[in-house]
């Protein structure tokens, strides 16, 4: 695996990138959850 | 085909970003969808080798003595019963250096080779039936890649000017305070990705042109543009009063979102510059030739993708940002 990682240095770019498109999403999705919740308690 | 697959992109991604409304939480299978269409495009955008064909080592070698690039070729035996490679033009050559490469007749390679003596040398094999490549453009290279992140967010700042002026018109038909919620979040995101195309493509610019700023049509439309709207939150945080502050903030997102079509699509391509598209352009190939209409096929893919799942991704953060305003407004 380290090896392949080694020689084909592209797939760790790629890594990298989808680690911190990973981390904008899960923001997102959590931000997306409050927003909703304090959607309801306003409606209640 | 080109201005096809990227007019319903746009569209599909217009369509579903008011669906089911602007200001109301978007469905689970929405948001699935843009997630996975950005990671599709970012997947597609990185894997695939850049590969050229014979002309390209050619010229390439020319300019620069000894550099080396991959080939696309095929390996087979012509009608001499000689081993020879075929690009995708259908020029044939044989490349040395070969013989250690182990390779099967009726297959694609890539095969990083330099031009030397009039002699085609392989340098290293790269991979066998690749499932996708993009085109080697000499003055491009590795940087063609910058396209799906660079111009889909120029795209998503015109999109965000347009929605603003669209619910400007609203205000000022209906005078009707919800319209300047929508209008106020659309223009603030639309400038965050015009700092964004902007700085993406400054560090474009520093590998390609020489510099960060060089005062290309490209570059001095878009400061103006920022310069432009800029001044729109000025205007906006002078005002206290919500009524004055809305309607005049409506006329001046009218007025400035007249300026983006010059700025954006019409000055950059009539004036001579550096930037692809430009009135001189003759180095972009079938990349984003203006010339000819064309884009290269497997570019258009995961380009298209990308302009969809970057516009949907703008219409998510327009509707967070929306209900996070309206429900400090409520309060």
């Known amino acids: ?44 | 085909m080109k201005g096809l697959i990227i007019a319903l992109s746009v569209t599909l991604s217009f369509v579903l970003g008011f669906f089911p409304s602007i200001n109301k939480s978007k469905p689970l299978w929405w948001k699935l969808l843009t997630i996975t269409t950005i990671t599709t495009a970012i997947v597609l955008t990185l894997l695939p080798p850049i590969a050229g064909n014979f002309a390209d080592l050619k010229f390439v070698a020319g300019m620069e003595q000894g550099k080396h690039i991959n080939l696309l070729v095929k390996y087979e035996t012509n009608s001499q019963g000689l081993d020879i490679f075929t690009d995708d033009y259908g020029d044939s050559h044989f490349i040395e250096k070969t013989e250690s490469f182990n390779l099967e007749r009726g297959n694609k390679y890539i095969i990083n080779s330099r031009f030397e003596n009039e002699k085609y040398i392989a340098v290293e094999l790269v991979s066998a039936n690749p499932f996708m490549t993009y085109p080697f453009i000499p003055s491009l290279e590795d940087r063609t890649k910058i396209l799906n992140f660079h111009v889909p967010m120029a795209w998503i700042s015109v999109l965000a000017y347009l929605i603003s002026m669209i619910y400007a018109v609203q205000y000022l038909r209906t005078k009707d305070l919800k319209y300047d919620t929508p209008l106020v979040a659309s223009a603030s995101l639309g400038t965050l990705f015009a700092i964004l195309a902007t700085v993406t493509g400054m560090l474009w610019a520093k590998f390609n042109w020489g510099s960060f700023w060089n005062w290309d049509p490209r570059q001095t439309s878009i400061l103006i543009l920022l310069l432009i709207y800029g001044a729109f939150f000025a205007l906006r945080s002078s005002i206290d009063v919500a009524e004055s502050k809305a309607r005049l903030s409506s006329v001046y997102a009218i007025l400035a979102f007249i300026t983006v079509p010059f700025l954006v699509f019409i000055l950059p391509r009539m004036a001579t510059g550096l930037h692809p598209g430009s009135a001189d352009d003759s180095s972009t190939g079938p990349l984003v030739s203006s010339q000819s209409g064309m884009l290269d096929s497997n570019m258009l893919i995961s380009f298209g993708l990308a302009m969809f799942g970057f516009s949907m991704f703008f219409f998510w953060l327009l509707n967070l940002q929306i209900r996070i305003m309206k429900y400090r407004g409520d309060k």
Request: aromatic share 10%.
């Open chain 1, 1 to 44: 695996m380290l090896d392949f990682l080694h020689d084909n240095s592209i797939f760790v770019v790629l890594g990298i990138t989808l680690i911190i498109w990973g981390g904008i999403v899960s923001y997102m999705l959590s931000l997306d959850k409050k927003v909703k919740k304090l959607e309801e308690l306003t409606e209640e």
